[in-house]
């Protein structure tokens, strides 16, 4: 089972979104899940309807109660009611973390060469920014680096701190490139610790404990760079799991309808139905009359858009992943929202 799980996915297909529902998902039966930011947005914040998340590991929600047995692993805990969430087995918890590449080096500096006040010193200078930028490769060692920690750490008991560590990651067209650190930062240090810890993150990254999953939406440019998206992966030796089709919008009309809107032979059943809704006959002028023609025009619209779907639907398949479909909500995503995607996820099986 996969304990860093990377989510990825074109701008505006909702990723952050999907993230977030993830870690809430696989908060479950006591099960603690840390939700890692690393593009500095605060997306997560103002998902979780909470202040701006410092560079510390803070607790930002409780996982939705389990009803009944888990299928997405073992629990942290034993059975019991959940104070938190009413009945059920005991909820787990979901930690947010934000990653400053600047404070993530001066971590760094300080575990490796005990630089102290003399690290803080270099970021009043701007030194840290400097050398982040001119080696933008060292900059994703240290973002990926904290949350393979996170995934590495263990307690005094030699537990894992945290079950899984979900990070929300850069969009699909730099994952591959930000993942593949030990590739990035080959012309940086050929030996040393930095040579040292980009090792350890490919180790963690190339393992069956990671999974890098791919948001989408049933349009061609996400599609076709969600197609991309996995191709580099593969190529790259890192791990794929799933693909999440974002945003899935409800068949108003059953196949035969569709069939006949697309032959355009329903212009007299909706003469009909408007009748029987009161509306007055068909004659010409009236409103009934008037109605029609643009309510076909939608019929068409929507006919059409389901048919484009279905294509890209079938397109995604090819691709030999699982899928997870997530409906659009009407009113946006708030914090109910998102607790309602994170059980749609979970009733879709483990991801």
């Not at 304990?3 to 952050?16: C, I, N, Q, W, Y």
């Not at 979780?48 to 939705?64: C, H, S």
Request: hydrophobic share 40%; glycine share 12%; with cysteine.
């Amino acid at each position: 089972m996969s304990r860093l799980h990377v989510v990825s996915g074109k701008g505006g297909t909702g990723k952050t979104t999907v993230a977030a529902a993830l870690a809430l998902a696989l908060a479950t039966e006591g099960r603690r899940t840390l939700l890692v930011e690393v593009e500095g947005r605060q997306g997560i914040a103002q998902l979780f309807e909470t202040e701006a998340l410092p560079y510390e590991e803070r607790k930002i929600a409780v996982g939705p109660a389990s009803e009944g047995a888990s299928r997405w692993g073992s629990s942290r805990t034993e059975s019991g009611g959940d104070p938190l969430r009413g009945g059920g087995r005991r909820a787990g918890e979901v930690y947010a973390l934000a990653i400053d590449a600047e404070r993530a080096l001066l971590d760094y500096l300080q575990m490796f060469y005990k630089l102290g006040s003399a690290g803080r010193a270099l970021k009043k200078l701007g030194a840290i920014d400097f050398a982040t930028t001119i080696a933008p490769g060292l900059r994703d060692v240290l973002l990926t680096g904290k949350a393979c920690e996170a995934v590495r750490r263990k307690d005094k008991n030699g537990r894992f701190v945290y079950d899984a560590v979900v990070m929300d990651a850069p969009p699909t067209g730099r994952i591959t490139r930000f993942l593949n650190v030990n590739d990035e930062v080959a012309g940086l240090a050929k030996i040393g610790p930095i040579h040292n810890q980009a090792q350890a993150v490919m180790r963690v990254l190339k393992s069956p404990e990671t999974a890098v999953h791919l948001v989408t939406l049933l349009e061609e440019m996400p599609v076709q760079e969600t197609a991309d998206g996995v191709a580099e992966l593969r190529a790259a030796g890192i791990p794929v799991g799933g693909i999440v089709i974002n945003m899935t919008r409800p068949a108003l009309l059953d196949n035969g309808d569709l069939d006949v809107i697309a032959a355009r032979g329903a212009r007299s059943g909706v003469a009909k139905a408007l009748s029987q809704a009161g509306l007055g006959g068909a004659r010409r002028g009236g409103l009934a009359d008037r109605l029609i023609d643009p309510l076909l025009e939608q019929a068409r619209e929507h006919a059409e858009r389901v048919e484009l779907e279905r294509a890209e639907h079938a397109e995604l398949t090819s691709i030999g992943l699982p899928t997870y479909e997530l409906e659009l909500l009407p009113e946006g995503v708030d914090l109910a929202g998102l607790y309602q995607l994170a059980r749609d996820l979970r009733k879709q099986g483990p991801i």
